[in-house]
Every structure is written in C-alpha cells, then in structure tokens.
C-alpha cells in the first residue's frame, strides 16, 4: 500500500513506528480498560488469536481475545487463558451489575453479584438485551483478520491490536471519527516531544466538549 503511493519504507523502520504507536496509545487504552470497569452493565465474549512467538508459562501459539462492551466502550483484552480469571481480573471481584454472555463456565464462575437469571432478566431489565449479539458482532473484525493475516508475530504486536482495535471501537461506539481523532492526538505527542499528552482526559470520548464531539464527529455518510 505504502508502494503504490510512492512511498519506501523499510520493514524495520515499519515495524518501529507501529511499537513507538502502541507505547503513545498505551495510557488512552488503560483509560478505556478503566471506564469498563466502572460500568454496571457488560456484556463479554471471546475468540481465539494466535501470537507466533514464546510465552512464558504458555504451550503452543492460541491466545485468546476477549471483548467487553459497555454502553461507551469497547475493551479488547489479549490474555493466554480462557478461563474465569480473565473477566475477574478485569470486572474485579466485587463487580456488581448485569453481564451478558453465553453459558461458559468461565463467566458463571464470577459468582453471586453478577445476575445469572439469563432468560428472563430482559423482562424486569428492559435495557438489557435478549441476545449477546453486539459483542459477537465486535468479534467479527478480528476473526475476518486472523483469516488474513492469521493473527500477531509478537506479544507486543498482539497487544498493540488488542489497543487500537479498543481505541477505534470505542470511537465508533461514540460517534468519534476513527480517523480525525488519531490524528489529532498524534499531533498533540508530537507537540510535547513525542509522548502522551499529560491531559489525556481531554481525549477520552465521554468527556469531550461540546464543540469537540461536533470536530471529530463520525460523517453521517463515511467517504
């Protein structure tokens, strides 16, 4: 692609930019992963993702990445395990609310304060939804992806994924432009010598003004 638009880069100095990407993008994510936690309301599913290189304690190349969706985010978790630790670790173990998942034993472990009357909750809950569906639609990019490109060549590279595709998501979800907001923020590291700007909640979707919401605001018709 770089290519055909008269551009030569080197794939070393590609990849170095991607990892000078994840480490700028770093705090944003762990801003969004904190504002999933603070919800009351989840909904979770997973899928495998493959990263080629060795993990400690890991046999085997399968990672998995979960989503978790909130009503203004969208959190994607790279982790080796698919067991209930994984949405312990992120919900935390006195997490109350409602979550939305299939019936895998990895989320009926998480115990009595999430609510588990499944069928019928929706009925006392009307906000609640019937199905799981938002959160296998998020799923659907990154299983589209590892069929093309079959997942991540490195751990650092798989977690730069699971940030950008959390980033971009959140975005989305919020009617925040995927591509003038990247933009702009770059633009700000850029300003103060290539690092995460100090006032990183003037980036985060929820607490944008007014007048910013309608600057990165998502096109009504995407070009």
């Known amino acids: 692609m770089l290519a055909l638009n008269g551009l030569s880069v080197s794939g070393g100095k590609l990849t ?3 990892a000078r990407i994840g480490e700028l993008i770093q705090p944003l994510y762990a801003k969004i992963l904190g504002q999933s936690r603070s919800a009351s309301r989840w909904k979770m599913d997973e899928t495998r993702w493959s990263v080629f290189a060795e993990v400690n304690g890991k046999v ?3 990672l998995w990445l979960w989503v978790v969706i909130t009503h203004n985010t969208c959190a994607y978790l790279l982790v080796p395990s698919r067991s209930s630790d994984v949405p312990k670790n992120h919900l935390g173990e006195d997490a109350e609310g409602i979550l939305n998942a299939d019936r895998s034993s990895d989320y009926k472990a998480l115990g009595q304060n999430i609510h588990w009357q499944g069928a019928i909750l929706f009925v006392d809950h009307p906000e609640v939804p019937m199905d799981n569906n938002e959160s296998e639609r998020c799923l659907r990019n990154p299983v589209i992806g590892r069929k093309n490109y079959y997942g991540s060549g490195l751990v650092w590279s798989g977690t730069l994924t699971a940030a950008l595709f ?3 998501q959140t975005l989305l979800k919020n009617q925040i432009d995927p591509q ?8 700000a590291c850029a300003q ?9 909640d003037d980036f985060l979707p929820w607490s944008l003004s007014q007048d910013q919401k309608c600057a990165w605001a998502l096109p009504e018709k995407p070009p």
């Open 16 to 18: 170095g930019g991607l």
């Open 60 to 62: 085997g190349f399968r």
């Open 166 to 168: 959390t980033l971009f």
């Open 180 to 187: 003038k907001f990247p933009l702009a923020y770059f633009d």
């Open 192 to 200: 103060i010598g290539e690092k995460p700007p100090q006032n990183l």
